[in-house]
Nanobody
């Protein structure tokens, strides 16, 4: 059974850093692309970053380029999102996502709050 469990969220000051983790089970992260999304209050869920394929190709949304880094540990079957230089507009619930056989799977999300 596919399962994604996010952790690492919290309250941080403007300019601070957090590292989110997405522990995967029921599939191998190296085989399927894993994505991070976020949803701020009153807004649509938006793409943040992805890591795909055996080579681990990465892609980022423009608002986070140069500040966030997605990575993975294949041995732990876990994907990470290192977030630096955090801004209040980064405040949101962060979710990890995987698509397998035309079905989307989501974790429960982890709250990130950046104070100004």
């Amino acid at each position: 059974q596919v399962q994604l469990v996010e952790s690492g969220g919290g309250l941080v000051q403007f300019g601070g850093s957090l590292r989110l983790s997405c522990a995967a089970s029921g599939f191998t992260i190296r085989t399927y692309g894993v994505r991070w999304y976020r949803q701020a209050p009153g807004k649509e869920r938006e793409f943040v970053a992805s890591i795909i394929g055996a080579a681990g190709s990465t892609n980022y949304a423009d608002p986070v380029k140069g500040r966030f880094t997605i990575s993975r540990d294949n041995a732990k079957n876990t994907v990470y999102l290192q977030m630096n230089s955090l801004k209040p507009e980064d405040t949101a619930v962060y979710y990890c996502n995987v698509g397998i056989w035309s079905r989307d799977y989501w974790g429960q999300g982890t709250q990130v709050t950046v104070s100004s």
